[in-house]
């Protein structure tokens, strides 16, 4: 028999209730609210305290090779917090990390670590870094690093250069899941709540969103396409419509 049955014969994790304490921890402004912001915008209404975690500065978010990048990072920040406002999110951490040269390294995951016990989220959501096909760097790293920074901040004896205590977080939710087990449902009040987010980060319509504040056909173009996206609930799970993720319990 295998010693390890923690590892090998997983209990079935408990039914997530509302969370008091969320960390979201995405690469870019936008990912959070596109991987949860539907979840997240309902958790915020029930009571929840949101941080939204921005690991790098977002300034490769464009398709024009002229674009004044110094400006870039700051809208992209004012659109973040606009977009935080828009889910209920009461803080964001900017990080600072230069867009798409992300790599990973202890002290990226020792930052991350530092983080989540100061701030003692009882759920971590963040990318899937086992995503097949995953092609953005930033992404997979800041999944990867996200992962082992819940474990290093679980683990009493592991680092931490800031004297903070140990903490565990009950799960960790990886958006955008190759392999989703867990749905949280969404109905058309926090779909539209999850659009409006969406829509703050109008630097980003052109390339991530079909371009859909440029005309109302667009973003309806952009709307359909997210709620089919998120109707890929029906069939996995039973649920009309929601956000999916692969559920892991540190
Ligand atoms: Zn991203």
Redesign the pocket.
């Known amino acids: 028999m295998n010693p390890n049955l923690y590892e090998e014969l997983p209990a079935a994790p408990t039914p997530l209730s509302v969370p008091e304490r969320v960390l979201t921890i995405?690469?870019?402004p936008d990912?959070a609210e596109f991987g949860a912001g539907a979840t997240l915008a309902r958790w915020a209404d029930q009571g929840a305290k949101i941080t939204i975690v921005v690991v790098t500065d977002g300034s490769k978010g464009s398709w024009d090779p002229h674009e004044d990048q110094v400006a870039l990072v700051e809208r992209r920040k004012d659109e973040q917090r606009a977009a935080a406002t828009a889910v209920g999110a009461s803080d964001i951490v900017f990080l600072g990390h230069t867009d798409g040269e992300l790599e990973y390294s202890g002290a990226l995951r020792n930052e991350l670590a530092e983080l989540i016990r100061r701030l003692e989220p009882e759920v971590v959501l963040t990318h899937d870094p086992w995503q097949r096909y995953q092609m953005?760097p930033?992404?997979r790293v800041t999944g990867l690093a996200s992962v082992d920074a819940v474990v290093s901040a679980r683990e009493p004896l592991a680092h931490s250069a800031a004297g903070l205590d140990h903490h565990r977080p009950e799960a960790i939710m990886l958006w955008s899941a190759d392999e989703p087990d867990h749905v949280e449902s969404v109905d058309d009040r926090y779909f539209n709540r999850k659009i409006d987010a969406l829509m703050c980060h109008s630097s980003q319509s052109v390339t991530t969103m079909g371009d859909a504040a440029a005309t109302p056909e667009l973003r309806l173009q952009f709307e359909n396409k997210m709620r089919e996206w998120m109707q890929q609930s029906i069939t996995r799970f039973d649920v009309p419509m929601g956000e999916l993720f692969k559920r892991l319990t540190p």
Do not use: M, R
Request: hydrophobic share 15%; proline share 0%.
């Open positions: 995405g690469a870019h990912d953005h930033d992404h």
